[in-house]
């Protein structure tokens, strides 16, 4: 009896040590921002100088449905069942991302001293994790791999303590580690240990930030279809593994981001934390982040879509959330919003009913409704396209936000849709939210939009 109250205290220490030891390094209520940084930027080394806007949408519109697929299975898995799953169940997928599947990526350092790491910024998942030495069977990475045992701050996390049970697949072997492994959608996987380390920033106002004891998935062995210029993944779900619970009270449990328009090429997006990430201004609207499973995604109530000030489409329950009021779930590694097909179609006839523009097929095929740009004049109106959330919060899209170039002279409609089955997820995309600042109160479980030139921010 005595030695397990003594371990649960222990576990308990580690826990409570991983959670709050940030605020001894960085003072609670500051704020600070990172680079966000778009694959096709030419700050990314994915960039390509010889991509079209038609070759970059024709991408994005396959992550968009890998996406779309992934958020389904991950619901309905987290439905089944809320404990860890065992370790040889290969079919467990816990993030959407694969090669071809992220949007975005940031940087961090790692360790002591510190090492700089390119990883995938992803607010579909909540793990960190990096390629760690020795790694036998990895996937191929241009930068080195992190050591650990050349840092003095880091420590494998035990088995038997708070923070190993966090993860959804764990198991503890002839070894006191707490092990770790995360399936993909197209079957790739990552092994390591549940470690500790220091984490760290530069923030974009020209100071540096230091965090210590954040867990972190030390990967020792990866297959599949991974990137060699990441290095690994920063998870900003809502799950207690992610940057952003991890941080808690340290950022006053609130982080936002302000995405650019697409064709501001050059410019990058800001990750914002803390006082930073706090939205202001006469024009804001909140509408509350709603409760759902799997915790780590971040679930809206759509109320209704409408065009032109006429509402032509009413919210419906995703039969895959336990809660009926999460209806949609809003994603910026999601290039498109996802509708159900009904809503969608009345959307398409009433923007086309209100646009006096020739119509084209989609070159790509996976638009429904196209207009030929080519003698736009100024007179050419768009209707404005609201999507009215609960508590009165209505997200007024732009034409930037609504439509995308496809090719010379034709705009799509940038929505698609999730299907005919009952099952289908609704997804408010990144093209969507480009040029508002959209910030997160995790504590009060709030999203809160306010209409923003984010190229200049």
């Not at 799953?85 to 002591?112: C, H, K, R």
């Not at 910030?439 to 200049?456: E, K």
Request: proline share 5%.
């Amino acid at each position: 009896m005595a030695h397990s109250f003594y371990s649960f205290a222990i576990s308990l220490f580690i826990f409570l040590v991983a959670i709050h030891l940030p605020i001894l390094a960085w003072c609670s209520g500051s704020g600070f921002s990172v680079e966000l940084i778009h694959r096709d930027s030419p700050k990314s080394p994915l960039y390509d100088p010889d991509s079209t806007p038609s070759s970059r949408i024709r991408a994005a519109i396959e992550r968009s449905r890998s996406h779309s697929i992934y958020f389904r299975n991950a619901i309905h898995k987290a439905r089944r069942s809320s404990s860890a799953l065992p370790m040889d169940d290969a079919n467990n997928f816990y993030s959407e991302i694969t090669q071809s599947n992220f949007e975005y990526l940031m940087s961090f350092y790692l360790g002591t001293p510190a090492k700089k790491v390119l990883a995938i910024a992803d607010t579909g998942s909540d793990l960190i994790w990096v390629q760690c030495v020795p790694c036998k069977e990895c996937y191929n990475q241009s930068a080195p791999l992190f050591d650990p045992q050349s840092s003095s701050t880091y420590k494998t996390i035990p088995c038997n303590t708070i923070s190993c049970s966090l993860l959804p697949q764990r198991s503890c072997h002839s070894s006191s580690q707490c092990d770790y492994k995360y399936g993909y959608g197209d079957k790739s996987i990552v092994k390591g240990y549940l470690s500790t380390e220091t984490i760290g920033f530069d923030s974009t106002g020209g100071h540096s930030i230091q965090i210590p004891t954040i867990l972190f998935g030390c990967t020792h062995h990866s297959k599949g279809t991974f990137d060699k210029n990441d290095a690994g993944l920063v998870g900003l779900g809502g799950g207690k593994l992610s940057l952003i619970r991890q941080l808690g009270s340290t950022i006053g449990n609130k982080f936002s981001y302000c995405l650019p328009s697409s064709t501001e090429a050059s410019t990058t997006s800001k990750l914002n934390f803390g006082s930073n990430a706090v939205v202001s201004g006469s024009n804001v609207i909140t509408t509350p982040l709603i409760s759902g499973s799997p915790n780590t995604f971040y679930f809206l109530h759509l109320e209704n879509i409408s065009v032109a000030g006429k509402i032509v489409s009413i919210g419906k329950p995703m039969q895959t959330n336990e809660s009926a009021q999460g209806n949609i779930i809003i994603d910026s590694g999601t290039t498109l919003t996802i509708i159900d097909d009904n809503s969608l179609q009345s959307v398409e006839s009433s923007v086309k009913s209100s646009i006096s523009l020739p119509h084209v097929n989609d070159p790509n095929g996976a638009f429904n409704l196209c207009f030929d740009v080519s003698g736009i004049g100024a007179s050419t109106q768009f209707p404005e396209i609201t999507f009215q959330f609960f508590g009165g919060a209505s997200v007024v899209l732009q034409p930037h936000n609504a439509f995308v170039e496809v090719g010379q002279d034709i705009l799509c409609l940038a929505m698609i849709s999730n299907g005919a089955t009952a099952d289908s997820i609704n997804i408010f995309g990144n093209i969507a939210q480009q040029n508002f600042h959209i910030g997160y109160d995790l504590a009060n479980m709030q999203l809160t939009f306010a209409p923003t030139n984010c190229a200049t921010q």
